[in-house]
């Protein structure tokens, strides 16, 4: 799958049942998107210049190591993980601003659950969701959020119409644990 609402487009590919790569699709040399990984071709191709890549984004060589394509480089890869049992991705990408920058904590009363707001940087028209996550690693529980400050926490993604911060607003959910904000892809193509 080819991906391109980010910073710039990456291709996720499923080399095993249970391992994914994921790589950076500008082409090493001249700067166009490789196309998605055929089967039948055993390959991905870049329709700019022809240069072709294995499922793992390798430029072709030749038994010396040198590129047999116009392409002098491999493709850039990003840490991706994959959890079998739950069938969620992960993918670590480099300088992507999408972290929360504030919270403010408040108790909607005595007996009420702490509510947290969370306030982070967005992409106008891409899709947000909040995870809650009891330790590092795993992948972490889809919770609902409330865009005002007392509102019922029953929304489960967002679409912000404008680039810039957004604020959300989460309830506690246990003793421990952490919120993940997460940018939903869409595969192009």
């Known amino acids: 799958m080819v991906f391109n609402e980010i910073l710039k487009p990456f291709t996720l590919n499923r080399v095993s049942v249970d391992r994914f790569v994921t790589l950076d699709s500008v082409c090493t040399h001249a700067g166009c998107t490789v196309g998605r990984f055929i089967v039948a071709n055993n390959r991905m191709r870049c329709p700019c ?3 072709r890549y294995d499922i793992e984004g390798r430029v072709f060589r030749d038994e010396n190591g040198v590129s047999t394509e116009p392409a002098p480089d491999d493709l850039a890869r990003f840490a991706t993980g994959y959890d079998v049992e ?3 991705i992960s993918i670590t990408i480099p300088n992507l601003a999408l972290g929360v920058r504030s919270i403010n ?3 909607q009363g ?3 659950s702490i509510r947290l707001k969370l306030v982070f940087p967005v992409t106008a028209l ?3 969701e909040i995870r809650h996550l009891t330790e590092p690693g795993v992948p972490g529980t889809l919770v609902g959020f409330s865009m ?3 509102g019922p ?3 489960m993604s967002v679409v912000p119409m404008e680039d810039g911060d957004f604020s959300v607003y989460v309830d506690s959910s246990g003793p421990r644990g952490f919120f993940v904000v997460g940018l939903r892809l869409t595969p192009v193509g």
């Open 110 to 112: 005595p007996e009420d």
């Open 126 to 128: 891409s899709v947000y």
């Open 148 to 150: 005002t400050p007392d």
């Open 153 to 155: 926490a029953d929304r």
């Open 105 to 107: 904590v408040a108790r």
């Open 49 to 51: 210049h022809g240069s």
């Open 86 to 88: 739950s069938g969620i």
